[in-house]
C-alpha cells in the first residue's frame, strides 16, 4: 500500500517528537589553534531512510532531504580564551532516530542521534575528525559541550573530547549507520496497513 500525503502514522503523533527550543555547543581548550573559530558553524539534519518526521521552524521536511540550521557565535556572551559559544533557537520537532551532524566549514567535527528511551529522550554525540584536517580543531584538551533546551522537560547536555581520530581506510568508505526500528512500532504499522 502506498502512502499518501494525508497518511496519519501513530508512531508521530506530536507527543511522540522531541521539540528542541535551542541548540548550543560551547567549544573550549583552543587556546593553541593556528587557525580562528568560525563565525557560525552548520547543524545538518541528514536524510532519513526511516522516514522520521522532522520540521524546522514549523515546515515539514521530506525524509528524502536534509535540513541546515545555522549556529552562530555568540558575541555578547563573555566566555574565557580559547573559548567559543555557537547556537540557534531555530525550533525543531523530531522523531526517534534523527541523526545530526555539526560542520564548521567544509569539515565535519560531530555527530550525534536523538534516541527515546521509554518516555525519556537521549542523545548520543561523538567527534569525527580525521588525521590530516582539523587545524582550528582537534587540539590536544579541547572538549565541545553539546546542550539541547527541550521544550517541556531538562535539556540534554553532553561532553565530547574533541580528539583527532586516525583515518583507517582500507579502500572503502565507511557504512552510513541505519536506525533499527523499535519492536512496537512495527507492529503498530503493520496493524495499520490490515485495515
Request: net charge negative.
Amino acid at each position: 500500500m502506498c502512502r499518501s500525503t494525508d497518511y496519519y502514522d501513530v508512531r508521530y503523533s506530536d507527543r511522540n517528537r522531541l521539540k528542541i527550543k535551542a541548540f548550543f555547543i560551547r567549544f573550549s581548550g583552543f587556546d593553541s589553534c593556528t587557525e580562528p573559530l568560525p563565525d557560525s558553524l552548520t547543524l545538518l539534519y541528514p536524510q532519513r531512510i526511516n522516514e522520521t518526521v522532522l520540521e524546522v521552524s514549523g515546515s515539514s521536511i521530506r525524509p528524502d532531504s536534509p535540513a541546515f540550521v545555522t549556529l552562530h557565535r555568540m558575541v555578547k556572551v563573555k566566555t574565557r580564551n580559547g573559548e567559543a559559544i555557537y547556537g540557534s533557537r531555530e525550533q525543531v520537532r523530531a522523531g526517534d532516530g534523527v541523526r545530526f551532524e555539526v560542520y564548521s566549514r567544509e569539515e565535519k567535527v560531530l555527530k550525534g542521534v536523538f534516541r527515546r528511551e521509554g518516555q525519556k529522550w537521549k542523545m548520543e554525540c561523538k567527534c569525527t575528525l580525521e588525521r590530516g584536517v582539523g587545524e582550528a580543531f582537534g587540539t590536544e584538551g579541547a572538549m565541545a559541550d553539546v546542550c539541547v533546551a527541550v521544550e517541556g522537560d531538562v535539556a540534554m547536555g553532553e561532553r565530547v573530547e574533541m580528539v583527532v581520530r586516525k583515518n583507517r581506510r582500507v579502500g572503502f568508505d565507511q557504512l552510513e549507520e541505519i536506525p533499527e526500528e523499535r519492536e512496537g512500532e512495527s507492529e503498530l504499522e503493520g496493524s495499520e496497513v490490515g485495515n
